[in-house]
């Protein structure tokens, strides 16, 4: 009978459970591990926004420009502008965009280190226009290049686009368009 009582004694003894130490050590444990997997996600989520506002804005400086250039080539007259933060240009009879003699304006907004680029119907560009692509970041983007020697004047564009300012490099867009109408020198 002796052995019978100390089995159990000793089945009573594992029943207990867990002591309260044994609990608190194992919920710090779970705490420190949860903390960890949920600041990665969090960190990822931010990453994953970032690059998609990044291909975003790049995407937009790309369709801005392959607009830009259709409408300038077929372009009866083109005037920079503002510093070279506008331009103005009065389609010809070729274009399919608009009829021609219609006055399409482009132009960048913005302050500080992020800009806009739009486009207008008018003589006049404001924000109240189409957005073409943002997060530019100078307004200076327009630059007409006269005629040399046998060639036709064009327009360089430069797009530096960058979606996080101060943090990285610009990813810059460049175009020289050619003004078919313009006058040979």
């Avoid at 369709?63 to 080539?73: N, S």
């Avoid at 006269?146 to 960058?162: E, I, M």
Wanted: net charge positive.
């Amino acid at each position: 009978m002796g052995g019978r009582r100390e089995l159990l004694a000793g089945i009573r003894r594992d029943e207990r459970g867990f002591t309260l130490i044994e609990l608190l050590t194992v919920l710090a444990m779970l705490v420190i591990v949860v903390t960890a997997l949920a600041t990665v996600l969090v960190s990822a989520l931010n990453i994953e926004a970032e690059m998609n506002r990044r291909f975003t804005s790049q995407i937009n400086a790309r369709l801005a420009l392959d607009q830009l250039r259709r409408e300038l080539h077929c372009a009866a007259s083109v005037t920079v502008g503002g510093g070279g933060t506008s331009v103005t240009v009065v389609l010809g009879n070729r274009c399919p965009s608009a009829a021609g003699g219609t006055t399409v304006s482009w132009c960048t907004i913005g302050s500080g280190s992020r800009f806009a680029l739009y486009r207008q119907v008018g003589s006049s560009c404001t924000s109240s226009g189409k957005k073409a692509a943002d997060y530019l970041t100078t307004d200076a983007v327009f630059t007409l290049v006269p005629p040399v020697s046998g060639s036709l004047a064009k327009l360089r564009v430069s797009l530096p686009v960058n979606a996080k300012p101060g943090a990285g490099r610009d990813y810059r867009l460049e175009d020289d368009i050619v003004l078919r109408n313009s006058s040979r020198a």
